[in-house]
């Protein structure tokens, strides 16, 4: 294990809260330096992982290592470590630069470097025009720098931020994460980001562990997750996927509707026979008013909606009794009205083929996939 400071080791570890398994045996390496997200599900154990490298809770089982150093039983006052919480909870009798500089005081830090110190936290964060301002004078994007510069002004090794951007509006929201990434690569300060918003995990990370039931599903930078998921929970919680339900054959899939699929690339090995989960993402899907002449990975559909999402077109075609999602480029001249039919192609290195496992889960509200 790396025992470069700001590098964390998990190690087996798990969490228990009575009966419920928060953390399930949970193995995770993040590096010095790196700007890695927690993202799941509520209830995934991403927040439980947080707060106990936080010192906020003690695993039952494992180890944690931070910077190389075991940290079972340390305080989270004695650990190299700052939070950020989604709720900044900053002092509203205090200024901006009273809040800032609230934790040197409590170490006893001489007036004057408090002074520089805060002075420098608000630099980096662009506050310091409004260090003498209350937070109820300020928006919550200027009340989540001002909490973001008090948890940098000891410049910690680790960064722990719990869903810091919930509160802001999408506007907002994705400036910040611009800001954010770009504080954290100046500062090279090992930042983790809890998150259950996939977007913001895929803006913002050098790599993201993907987790469920209290363990890793998968571990990886943006462009893997998105492009290779390992498991079909994977595939429908990062990005956007169209499920079929079927059964295995030797080059792909026969989905329930009778639809057939051909895959060149399928994430997870299934014998011929046995149940299986194709999957296909809506901007890999071709609308065409003509029939294709191949004899699978295509099916026939209506148009129920077209909605405009900035530079893509997202149309709901509807095939047999159920809905597919198809995005395509606005620049794509091809143009379908409500109610027209089409064919839906898509290409066999398109196609994602996973075992049932967790059909269950990922198809939850579709219905006859």
């Given at each position: 294990?790396?025992?470069e400071?700001?590098?964390v080791?998990?190690?087996?570890v798990?969490?228990?809260?009575?009966?419920v398994?928060?953390?399930?045996?949970?193995?995770l390496?993040i590096?010095?330096?790196?700007?890695?997200?927690?993202?799941?599900?509520?209830?995934?154990?991403?927040?439980t992982t947080?707060?106990?490298?936080?010192?906020?809770?003690?695993?039952d089982?494992g180890f944690?290592r931070i910077?190389?150093e075991?940290?079972?039983?340390?305080?989270?006052?004695?650990?190299?470590?700052?939070?950020?919480?989604q709720?900044y909870?900053?002092?509203?009798?205090m200024s901006?630069?009273?809040n800032v500089?609230?934790?040197?005081?409590?170490?006893?830090?001489a007036?004057?470097?408090?002074?520089?110190?805060?002075?420098?936290?608000?630099?980096?964060v662009?506050?310091?025009k409004?260090?003498?301002?209350r937070?109820?004078?300020l928006?919550?994007?200027q009340q989540?720098?001002?909490?973001?510069?008090r948890?940098?002004i000891?410049?910690?090794?680790?960064l722990?931020?719990d869903?810091?951007?919930?509160?802001l509006?999408?506007?907002?929201?994705e400036?910040?994460?611009?800001?954010?990434?770009l504080?954290?690569?100046?500062l090279g300060?090992?930042?983790?980001?809890v998150t259950?918003d996939q977007?913001?995990a895929?803006?913002?990370?050098?790599?993201i562990?993907?987790?469920l039931?209290?363990h890793?599903?998968?571990l990886?930078?943006?462009?893997t997750v998105?492009e290779?998921?390992?498991?079909a929970f994977?595939?429908g919680?990062?990005?956007?996927n169209?499920f079929?339900?079927g059964?295995?054959t030797?080059?792909?899939a026969?989905?329930?509707?009778g639809t057939v699929?051909?895959a060149?690339r399928?994430?997870e090995t299934?014998?011929?026979?046995q149940d299986?989960l194709?999957?296909?993402?809506?901007e890999?899907?071709n609308?065409?008013?003509t029939k294709p002449?191949?004899?699978?990975?295509f099916?026939?559909?209506?148009?129920?909606?077209?909605?405009h999402?900035g530079?893509?077109l997202?149309?709901?075609?509807?095939?047999?009794?159920?809905d597919l999602?198809?995005?395509?480029?606005?620049?794509?001249?091809?143009?379908?009205a409500v109610?027209?039919s089409?064919?839906c192609?898509?290409?066999?290195?398109?196609?994602?083929?996973?075992s049932a496992?967790?059909a269950?889960?990922v198809?939850a509200g579709t219905p006859?996939?």
């Amino acid at each position: 294990m790396n025992s470069e400071r700001g590098s964390v080791e998990l190690s087996n570890v798990t969490k228990r809260y009575g009966d419920v398994v928060a953390v399930d045996s949970l193995n995770l390496e993040i590096k010095s330096g790196e700007f890695l997200s927690l993202l799941g599900p509520s209830g995934c154990g991403k927040t439980t992982t947080l707060r106990m490298l936080a010192g906020f809770e003690q695993p039952d089982e494992g180890f944690v290592r931070i910077s190389g150093e075991y940290v079972q039983g340390v305080p989270p006052y004695k650990r190299d470590v700052n939070t950020v919480f989604q709720h900044y909870a900053l002092f509203p009798h205090m200024s901006v630069a009273e809040n800032v500089a609230y934790g040197l005081k409590q170490k006893g830090v001489a007036k004057s470097e408090i002074g520089t110190k805060v002075i420098e936290a608000l630099d980096m964060v662009q506050m310091s025009k409004l260090a003498g301002r209350r937070p109820r004078q300020l928006s919550g994007g200027q009340q989540q720098r001002v909490a973001v510069a008090r948890a940098l002004i000891n410049r910690p090794s680790i960064l722990l931020l719990d869903e810091p951007l919930g509160a802001l509006d999408r506007k907002l929201r994705e400036e910040m994460q611009i800001e954010l990434k770009l504080l954290q690569s100046r500062l090279g300060i090992t930042f983790i980001f809890v998150t259950h918003d996939q977007e913001e995990a895929m803006s913002m990370s050098d790599r993201i562990a993907i987790m469920l039931d209290g363990h890793v599903e998968q571990l990886g930078d943006p462009e893997t997750v998105y492009e290779h998921p390992t498991s079909a929970f994977v595939a429908g919680f990062v990005g956007r996927n169209n499920f079929w339900r079927g059964v295995a054959t030797s080059n792909g899939a026969k989905a329930s509707d009778g639809t057939v699929f051909v895959a060149t690339r399928p994430e997870e090995t299934v014998p011929a026979g046995q149940d299986a989960l194709a999957a296909v993402r809506p901007e890999t899907i071709n609308l065409s008013a003509t029939k294709p002449s191949s004899d699978a990975n295509f099916v026939s559909a209506r148009v129920a909606g077209v909605s405009h999402f900035g530079d893509v077109l997202q149309y709901v075609v509807t095939a047999g009794s159920r809905d597919l999602l198809v995005q395509v480029s606005r620049t794509d001249p091809s143009r379908f009205a409500v109610g027209e039919s089409v064919w839906c192609t898509w290409a066999a290195e398109d196609v994602y083929l996973f075992s049932a496992r967790q059909a269950d889960l990922v198809l939850a509200g579709t219905p006859n996939a």
